[in-house]
């Protein structure tokens, strides 16, 4: 395929990396000067514009900030190929959606960031959400796209927008708040500096992610963020109610059990493979419970269940 990327941070990059890795024709943009030398020093065909890099290619991956994209968008007018995108949050990435649009979002990234942090085997492995709207989304060009990132190695989750940002908002977006708050007890501090150490370090490895990448991906989902930010509030206030209790130890092991049993069983297992139709409602079932996509073939749906005794298509 002829392919566009804007936007050449760590997951733009890494698409570059990767898609021409794969014999993708792979054009690159971004708004940064020396993000574009680089990408050229690299060997890439980089363009000096958006109109430029789009033009004549098949699909256009948009892996801008939240922030940049209306004005991106706005340069994609008349643009008749598939788009997609990479961003954390995808309700309103849907309201601004330009024609032949399917949302997307990548569970893969690390703290670092930026060109020089792009690796082409970021994505092997990783659950790829994209997004299945009904009555709206072209399923062609969804099977198009889950063909291509599953190429890659990636497993495509198909859900909603609103069920995406939901389910982010509870194990990314709220994650990256807590670790923030969690690094926070280093300031002014040298003694908890010195003791720190696995726990510590696991517990706030995405507080070191910019902090205008947090920003953009807890305020622009911020309606689900609140929610679920509070639903972890209450938790801790429920643990917190337990060391007041005369025997705090007895108190907090049943309540901890099964938050042990839950990080035991992560991540789901594989079931057994199975085909399914190309049906929308039967792609956003697997996604609901937990499944995904592996591969896209003669327009079957070769997929995975986790196990949970659900492996029936």
Request: with cysteine; net charge negative; charged share 15%.
């Amino acid at each position: 395929m002829d392919i566009a990327v804007v936007g050449l941070g760590l997951i733009g990059g890494s698409l570059l990396h990767a898609l021409a890795a794969h014999g993708h024709r792979v054009t690159g943009y971004d708004a940064d000067p020396a993000t574009r030398d680089q990408a050229t020093a690299a060997g890439f065909r980089i363009a000096g514009s958006i109109p430029a890099t789009v033009a004549g290619t098949d699909l256009t991956i948009l892996a801008v900030p939240l922030p940049a994209l209306p004005a991106v968008v706005g340069e994609l007018a008349g643009y008749p190929g598939l788009v997609t995108d990479v961003t954390s949050v995808k309700g309103p990435v849907r309201d601004l959606a330009p024609p032949h649009f399917v949302g997307g979002h990548p569970m893969a990234g690390k703290e670092t960031s930026g060109f020089p942090a792009a690796d082409p085997a970021l994505f092997e492995g990783c659950a790829w959400v994209l997004c299945l709207e009904p009555g709206e989304t072209s399923l062609p060009g969804w099977l198009t796209l889950a063909a291509l990132f599953t190429r890659l190695g990636a497993r495509v989750v198909p859900l909603t927008a609103a069920e995406h940002d939901r389910a982010v908002a509870q194990v990314s977006h709220v994650p990256h708040l807590f670790a923030a708050a969690l690094a926070g007890q280093l300031r002014d501090n040298p003694p908890a500096a010195t003791l720190a150490a696995g726990s510590f370090r696991d517990g706030t490895r995405v507080a070191a992610t910019r902090a205008e990448l947090i920003a953009a991906m807890c305020g622009g989902n911020a309606a689900a963020v609140r929610q679920e930010l509070d639903h972890l509030l209450a938790e801790l206030h429920d643990f917190r109610a337990l060391l007041d209790t005369p025997d705090p130890v007895a108190a907090l092991i049943p309540a901890l059990r099964p938050a042990v049993e839950l990080r035991r069983a992560w991540p789901p297992a594989a079931g057994a493979p199975v085909e399914l139709p190309a049906d929308i409602s039967v792609l956003l079932d697997l996604g609901r419970s937990g499944g995904w996509v592996t591969a896209v073939a003669d327009e079957k749906i070769s997929a995975m269940r986790p196990e949970t005794g659900r492996n029936d298509p």
